[in-house]
């Protein structure tokens, strides 16, 4: 009996120990969760923060030591100016059944251009006044390479004995010639300096204002049977204006075999922004309301000559270009 009752005691004792060991796993496994909850709520508010005040770009922040890359531009210049005010009526929410379909427009010319996007095209434009929209249909591209391989392919005519010759007054833009040549289509060549260009059949690219110089240009080739493309990037990157139907047809089929259209998101993004820079002259010229923190065309103007001004003032420093 006793050695019953001692056996007893130590399976009792057995158990109560196993069901303490299990107690403190548990009790050491909440409070490991618990730490690594909070110290993952810490880090997300870190990165919120972070986000809220760094730059999209994800370039770490400009020291007096920093390595400034002329290569290419790059419009994070304009995030201050979208976290203002404005910005709220830029925000976008997109619910997750909307533009599943391959298709925007079936009775447009552009299947794949979305309504919403065309109608602030032309609303900007109308309100600008830098380009007639009237009569003209509007191409949407994947930026403004695209739209310019698709004005090459649309008005080289596919059954010439040899490439169509593309120049473009010097200087001129650097992507030019790889961009003709980059398909090594048997459509159309690159062929140089505009100036020096001897032939009656030609694609003459204008780009106005010019990349590298800034200059406004004009078409220096007068032949009847030469093209001109006039590349308007710089008013405009996303979209083309072009007012022959079969020239516009030929550059949708090309965007469509490339690409098979152009991302629906980005257009539905692009119109909410472009809806949101025409809202704010439309809202001030309506209540006569002075300043101008939401006039984006007012904050690059003074941004632009802000940085000039630097630029001009650090070369004269230097020892450079004298002050302007």
Not at 199 to 204: A, H, K, L, P, Q
Request: proline share 6%.
């Amino acid at each position: 009996m006793a050695r019953d009752n001692g056996d007893g005691l130590a399976a009792i004792a057995g158990r109560i120990g196993v069901l303490g060991s299990v107690a403190l796993n548990i009790v050491a496994l909440a409070i490991y969760l618990r730490g690594r909850a909070a110290a993952e709520k810490q880090a997300s508010k870190k990165v919120k923060k972070a986000a809220a005040v760094a730059p999209s770009s994800g370039k770490p922040p400009v020291a007096c030591d920093s390595v400034i890359n002329l290569d290419h531009g790059d419009p994070t210049m304009f995030e201050p100016f979208w976290r203002g005010p404005i910005g709220e009526s830029a925000t976008l929410v997109i619910p997750g059944w909307q533009t599943m379909s391959y298709f925007s427009d079936v009775g447009n010319l552009c299947w794949f251009l979305e309504p919403s996007f065309e109608r602030e095209v032309r609303r900007l434009h109308r309100l600008v006044g830098n380009a007639a929209v009237e009569g003209y249909h509007v191409l949407v591209g994947t930026g403004s390479s695209q739209l310019f391989q698709a004005a090459l392919y649309a008005l080289a005519p596919p059954t010439a004995d040899t490439p169509l010759s593309v120049v473009s007054t010097t200087p001129f833009y650097s992507m030019y010639p790889p961009l003709t040549d980059f398909l090594s289509s048997g459509l159309y060549r690159w062929a140089g300096d505009a100036n020096t260009f001897d032939g009656d059949d030609y694609i003459e690219v204008v780009c106005s204002p010019s990349n590298p110089d800034g200059s406004i240009r004009e078409a220096v080739l007068k032949s009847k049977s030469g093209k001109d493309i006039h590349d308007l990037a710089y008013y405009w990157p996303q979209w083309a204006l072009v007012k022959d139907k079969e020239v516009a047809q030929k550059m949708s089929k090309f965007m469509e075999q490339s690409t098979i259209g152009v991302c629906k998101d980005a257009q539905l993004r692009a119109a909410k922004v472009l809806g949101a820079v025409t809202d704010g002259y439309e809202h001030q010229l309506a209540t006569a309301a002075g300043g101008d923190a939401n006039l984006l065309f007012h904050y690059a103007r003074r941004k632009m000559a802000h940085r000039w001004s630097v630029e001009v003032q650090g070369a004269h420093e230097a020892g450079g270009a004298p002050r302007e």
